[in-house]
């Protein structure tokens, strides 16, 4: 190898001279599932890992009791450290306001329970169902209309999706299946194969459209076996990312969802009006505008649903319409999201703007 410069060694030296860091490193992991097993549940930890006062860890462990505490370190590396008001941060802490009940926040807003057609199929709109893969989740968002879901329903392996499948294939008006969870991508690969396949069996299917929140905040979980089925299936694949902040969309995240649309996936992104994290204009054109980079359509900009224990991130909905009519002003049309909420028994989601 040819020997270096000075300058070049000098310069080096400078930019790697010991800094406070301002994030948490992000770890290297052999694989995603070992990246989820180190998932921060604890706290106490994650106060520390973020350099904040022990209060902010004792304050989460109540609420914690009834909805754990759950992040990826990868997703925490995102965070600045010493600011409790991190975007990102506010997304998964728990708060002692989410144990204050409020009238109309209740465990099930949306109605799953009602249009639930089988254990884990859910069909609430014409030609498309969802299907609740898995229970379990990357991250718990704190503000998550499923946070008391009954998943315990959910079928637990391939053999359980015979009933979805077959109530499916005898519906010819369905042409869209959604994969959801809980977060469809915390399955394996050799799992999420073997679904699509026998999807792309039923022949009046089109589409496989994954919901996942995995790429922002397990980007690792992005493989080469992931867009081999999902590039390799006769349906056309839709991949809908859920990112809430462009502080999310940093770093290995970018990269992850770089090699989603590289391999010509297309990609839609929605995310939640949330109280302290996107209620501003410069928040909502900020990831607009950084999505856009990353070649992610807005799709959707959901008001809340007011599930109990949410309650402190709820915006009105007159600000919603503000906001929107604002980035209309700032944004060419199709990086304004679709400002909608799901009311129960409504055959689409809202739009309001
Ligand atoms: C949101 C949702 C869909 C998809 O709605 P789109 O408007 O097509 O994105 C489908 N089924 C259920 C149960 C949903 O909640
Ligand atoms: S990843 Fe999605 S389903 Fe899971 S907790 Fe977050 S918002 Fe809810």
Same mark, same amino acid.
């Given at each position: 190898m040819a020997a270096i410069p000075n300058m070049t060694r000098l310069s080096h030296a400078v930019r790697s001279a @010991?800094? =406070?860091? *301002?994030f948490p490193a992000e770890p290297l992991y052999a694989t995603w599932q070992q990246a989820l097993k180190d998932a921060v549940r604890d706290p106490l930890l994650l106060a520390s890992l973020l350099d904040l006062p022990d209060r902010w860890g004792t304050d989460a462990l109540r609420a914690a009791e009834t909805f754990p505490l759950f992040a990826p370190k990868s997703y925490i590396a995102r965070m600045q450290k010493?600011?409790?008001?991190d975007p990102l941060l506010r997304q998964v802490l728990p708060v002692s306001a989410e144990l204050t009940p409020t009238p109309?926040?209740?465990?099930d807003p949306v109605g799953d329970a009602e249009a639930?057609?089988?254990?884990?199929l859910l069909h609430k709109y014409d030609g498309r169902v969802l299907m609740?893969?898995?229970?379990?989740?990357?991250v718990h968002c704190r503000?998550?209309?499923?946070?008391?879901?009954?998943?315990?329903?959910?079928? @637990?392996? =391939?053999? *359980?999706w015979d009933p979805a499948l077959a109530r499916i294939r005898s519906d010819?008006?369905?042409?869209e299946v959604i994969l959801s969870g809980g977060d469809?991508?915390?399955?394996v690969d050799s799992q999420l194969r073997i679904l699509a396949e026998r999807l792309a069996d039923i022949p009046h299917l089109r589409r496989i459209r994954i919901h996942t929140r995995l790429p922002v905040v397990?980007?690792?979980?992005?493989t080469d076996e992931l867009l081999g089925w999902l590039r390799g299936s006769r349906l056309t694949p839709i991949v809908v990312i859920h990112a809430n902040?462009?502080?999310?969309?940093?770093?290995s995240a970018a990269s992850a969802i770089a090699r989603l649309v590289d391999a010509g996936i297309p990609l839609l992104n929605q995310s939640v009006l949330l109280r302290g994290v996107n209620d501003t204009v410069p928040d909502l054109v900020q990831l607009s505008e950084r999505l856009l980079d990353l070649r992610v359509i807005p799709y959707y900009l959901h008001l809340?649903?007011?599930?109990?224990?949410?309650?402190?991130?709820e915006v009105p909905t007159a600000t919603g319409i503000r906001l929107i009519e604002s980035l209309r002003r700032q944004l060419?049309?199709?990086?304004v999201p679709r400002l909608v909420r799901e009311i129960s028994g409504q055959p689409h989601k809202i739009p309001l703007a």
């Open positions: @010991p800094v =406070a860091a *301002a010493g600011n409790p008001r109309g926040f209740s465990p639930s057609l089988l254990p884990g609740v893969t898995t229970g379990a989740c990357a503000y998550c209309f499923r946070r008391e879901f009954p998943y315990s329903e959910i079928p @637990p392996g =391939a053999d *359980a010819k008006s369905i042409r469809p991508l915390t399955l397990l980007p690792q979980r992005v902040h462009a502080a999310e969309l940093v770093g809340l649903d007011r599930v109990r224990g949410a309650a402190h991130f060419p049309g199709y990086a």
